[in-house]
């Protein structure tokens, strides 16, 4: 394997993403207005990721990009970056944080367009063969866990919860079944195929979630439909989204998240909260095949 290929030992089995709060990893990096989007990657994933798969001057892709998290922490590491955003209101958001990484010194060059992820391949004909790295997670349905305002904040009032849903565009993945969600996302990872550069990877962040109750495995999802697209499974780590502290957690769950976990035991489900998201690598199955010659 040389240099330039790119290698899951390049990283931990266990990547010590949530040391800070994400607030605070986000605190003067990120727009304040973007801290209104529900559903964020963490800023420490996404700089682990790209400076463990590319170089300064190399292309990430992100074809979900949000308020632009990969983007973002893709150009303050001196690579180039491309987003995709379904919801022109994330778009604007995206474009603000940009702006403001520029102006902080991120040196990479970034685009970003609104459209459907689902037909990346078309909308960025021009890079295709040219992307180090996709890095992106699926929606986990229209909700998600938000923000509140507790009975401390208003006056003693019940909690209040906000920036929790997307649009509701019915055209956006969050908003389909799982089996739609899942189909959708297939699209994006062959798509997003198409755009990587000889032994390029796609690394998606993805976590169980509950469907009516059910836990559901999406991790093991997303794997199952990468390898129907032609994408094998080169590597998988845990990233942690709780802190590392005397050899202990240290919980940075929601407070939704904490509430559901209660309301799950309180029924006899054996339920925790979430303490890491899967890191998944893929490359091409044809890239794999080319080195073992």
Partial sequence: MNQDTPNSSRLMSVLATGQ?????????RYTPESMRHPGKMLPAIAATVIEAFTRPGDLVVDPMCGIGTTLVEAIHLGRDAAGLEYESDF????????????AFGGTGRPRVACGDARNIAAIYRELHGKAALVLTSPPYGSRTHGHIRSGRDNGGG????????????????????????????????????????PGGVIAVTVRPIRFNGELIDLPGQVINIARR?????????????????????VNRASFFQMLETRRARDRGIPACA????????????????????
């Fill in 20 to 28: 800070r709060p994400s607030r605070l990893q986000r605190q003067g």
């Fill in 91 to 102: 778009v604007h958001l995206t474009l603000g944080n940009l702006r403001h990484a520029r």
């Fill in 158 to 197: 019940k909690v209040v919860k906000r920036h929790h849903r997307y649009s509701t565009d019915r055209g956006n993945l969050a908003h389909q079944p799982l089996p739609g969600l899942l189909e959708g996302f297939g699209r994006i990872l062959a798509g997003s195929a198409i755009l990587l550069r």
């Fill in 229 to 249: 697209h032609g994408l094998a499974l080169t590597g998988r780590c845990a990233a942690l989204l709780a802190g590392l502290r005397d050899g202990g957690l």
């Fill in 274 to 293: 979430t303490a890491h998201e899967d890191l998944l690598l893929f490359q091409r199955v044809a890239d794999l095949s080319e080195t073992t010659r």
